[in-house]
Nanobody
């Protein structure tokens, strides 16, 4: 019913920038919150940034001042602008949508994940 498709990952040198996008498609009525998570090899998945429908944001400490999350509610899309990238930012980045209301079942809430996009920061 609902799919999240990420784009924008790739290889970048330390100090460089990337912009990730995640578009949710399907019979969506509304999405409460959207966020970006990442998982590096051998580590647990961690929250990177989170944004509510109203625009409130929070970030993990290691990316504060470098990453910016934003969303376009009309397009059901969330973005992650990543600046001053460091090798330790290397990971698979996953998009998540929580509190999703779909048209066919308006009394239920769903959570969805994207398939992930690789971000590699290396010289």
């Amino acid at each position: 019913q609902v799919q999240l498709v990420e784009s924008g990952g790739g290889l970048v040198q330390p100090g460089g920038s990337l912009r990730l996008s995640c578009a949710a498609s399907g019979t969506i009525f509304s999405i409460d919150a959207m966020g970006w998570y990442r998982q590096a090899p051998g580590k647990q998945r961690e929250l990177v940034a989170h944004i509510t429908r109203g625009g409130s944001t929070n970030y993990t400490d290691s990316v504060k001042g470098r990453f910016t999350i934003s969303r376009d509610n009309a397009k059901n899309t969330v973005y992650l602008q990543m600046n001053s990238l460091k090798p330790e930012d290397t990971a698979v980045y996953y998009c998540a949508a929580t509190g999703v209301v779909v048209v066919t079942t308006p009394n239920r809430l769903y959570d969805y994940w994207g398939q992930g996009t690789q971000v590699t920061v290396s010289s």
